[in-house]
């Protein structure tokens, strides 16, 4: 196993990694909407979607993989009335690649944000 660790997604905000190397496999852990410095962004389910995109696409680059390679996302998402704007944001960062994806709702996220997301995906070849 190897930890993948960059500066362009926020860092672990407890006893976790932003993601693990096994293989050719890569697995996020869930990202929230955090600057890189930390700072949580927006309290619009847009702003906050497009930040987590853009954590989990800096996490996969650090592992040597970028969103064309993920096979599943994961979303936990606040509120399911946000759904489909939340859809239509994903569907701009997987517009000709779809993986595999499942989205629940949840009672509350860290730091008390709208969305959190992880993936798996494969190194790029």
């Known amino acids: 196993m190897k930890k993948i660790e960059t500066t362009q ?3 672990a905000i407890g ?22 410095e930390g700072e949580i962004v927006g309290t619009e389910i847009e702003i906050q979607t497009h930040q987590v995109l853009k954590n989990i696409s800096a ?28 859809n239509e944001i994903y569907g701009q960062y997987f517009a ?3 993986p595999a994806r499942s989205c629940v709702e949840v009672a509350r996220l860290p730091k008390d944000v709208l969305i959190e997301m992880e993936v798996v995906a494969m190194r790029k070849k």
């Open 9 to 11: 997604a926020p860092q």
């Open 15 to 36: 006893p976790y990694v932003q993601a693990i190397q096994v293989g050719d496999l890569i697995y996020t852990s869930g990202q929230i909407p955090l600057t890189p």
């Open 59 to 86: 996490v996969l680059e650090a592992a040597g993989s970028d969103l064309r390679h993920v096979i599943k996302t994961t979303l936990f998402i606040k509120d399911m009335e946000q759904f489909a704007t939340i």
């Open 96 to 98: 000709d690649h779809k």
